[in-house]
Each structure stands twice: as C-alpha cells, then as structure tokens.
T-cell receptor
Framework: AQSVTQLGSHVSVSEGALVLLRCNYS??????LFWYVQYPNQGLQLLLK??????LVKGINGFEAEFKKSETSFHLTKPSAHMSDAAEYFCAAVTNAGKSTFGDGTTLTVKP | GAGVSQSPSNKVTEKGKDVELRCDPI?????LYWYRQSLGQGLEFLIY????????KSGLPSDRFSAERTGGSVSTLTIQRTQQEDSAVYLC??????????????FGPGTRLTVT
C-alpha cells in the first residue's frame, strides 16, 4: 500500500531563513508527487509537481522540490521564508491508476 | 473557467439524521475524489471515481458513508445516521487523469459538517 510521511507536523522558521519541509513516500513504483498549500481559511492549491523528467521542480512563490528516488523523498524548500508563507503544506502521491494519498500535513510558522 | 464547487458550504445537522453533500467538478475532468479533513488533521481519502470504472471505495470509514457520480459529472456523498465524529470538512477534488502525469487535483472550497 502506498503511504506518504511528512516529518514534523509543525515547523517554525524566522523570516528570511531557509524553509525545509520533508516528505517521504512508500511505494514499489515511484508515484507522481505533489505539494499543495492551504493558506488560513482558504482551499488547497497546487505548489508544484513531479511527474517525469527533471528531478528538481520549481513551483510558485519561490518554492522548489527535488525528487530523490534512492531516498524515496520529495522535500520542499525555499531559500528565504516570507511571512506570507505561513500555511499548511501537504505532500501527496498519486499512482498510475490515479489512487491518491496525502501526508498528514506540516504547519509552517514564520517568525518576524 | 469555473472551478470545483461544493454545496452546501456549511451544514449543521442533528445526530442520527442523514446528509447529502454535493460536488460539481471541473467540466471534462474524468476523476473525482472525496476527502475528509478533521480539525488539525490531514486529508483522509474517502472515495475515488475514474471515468466509468467502478469507484475505489477503500477509504469509506463505515457503511453509513456512500457516494455516487451521475453521468460522469456531479457527485453526491451521503452520510446516513450521522454521528458526532462525522463532524469535519469534506473536500472534493477533480483531475483530468489523462495520463502523462496529469494528476493534479483541483479542490473545491469544502463543506463544513457539524453534527450536534
């Protein structure tokens, strides 16, 4: 069965610091991988996705993620946090058959 | 174009009553997902429809939960004999799922269900 693990339910960084949100998947076949963001009182929206090709993918708002098959990871990073990045972030994996699994989410707090 | 819509946005019901939640996906999207998001929790997969295939119901928590998708478009999630633990936000998402990695999901605003 496919599973997605997000290490750290809460991450706190200072404004301007590096953001690193961790995601590992468990699947015999590498799935398609996604990061979604949910800002307070808003719906989920796509940040970025990995399907095929380049393993380093760039998304909106300066975020990027790198697919590492050997580590079954898809960690999300941003070089410099902004106050507006405070939100909940979800990692998701989708199989070729379209079966979707989400991680439990990581709440990012940005301190001034 | 129009996104995914859900209705009602809020629903308060008494324990033991049945409720129906509606989802209108993006036109042309063949895949439709239902999730449940409880306070402070992640997204719990409930059910997945893909075209005319039999739905994947593996996430439905009990036989009180059911869903249908008519004409490959609108979907209704029904919860019978609601319990207080059913209180949550129910999210619907649709996706084109045409292969080639087109599995990005577009989410609706959700229905907040409160069982009193």
């Amino acid at each position: 069965a496919q599973s997605v693990t997000q290490l750290g339910s809460h991450v706190s960084v200072s404004e301007g610091a590096l953001v690193l949100l961790r995601c590992n998947y468990s699947s015999s076949v590498p799935p398609y991988l996604f990061w979604y963001v949910q800002y307070p009182n808003q719906g989920l929206q796509l940040l970025l996705k990995y399907t095929t090709g380049a393993t380093l993918v760039k998304g909106i708002n300066g975020f990027e993620a790198e697919f590492k098959k050997s580590e079954t990871s898809f960690h999300l990073t941003k070089p410099s946090a902004h106050m507006s990045d405070a939100a909940e972030y979800f990692c998701a994996a989708v199989t070729n058959a379209g079966k979707s699994t989400f991680g439990d989410g990581t709440t990012l707090t940005v301190k001034p | 174009g129009a996104g995914v819509s859900q209705s009602p946005s809020n629903k308060v019901t008494e324990k033991g009553k049945d409720v129906e939640l509606r989802c209108d996906p993006i036109s042309g999207h063949t895949a439709l997902y239902w999730y449940r998001q409880s306070l402070g929790q992640g997204l719990e997969f409930l059910i997945y429809f893909q075209g005319n295939s039999a739905p994947d119901k593996s996430g439905l928590p009990s036989d009180r939960f059911s869903a249908e998708r008519t004409g490959g478009s609108v979907s209704t999630l029904t919860i019978q004999r609601t319990q207080q633990e059913d209180s949550a936000v129910y999210l619907c998402a649709s996706s084109s799922n045409l292969g080639q990695g087109d599995y990005e999901q577009y989410f609706g605003p959700g229905t907040r269900l409160t069982v009193t």
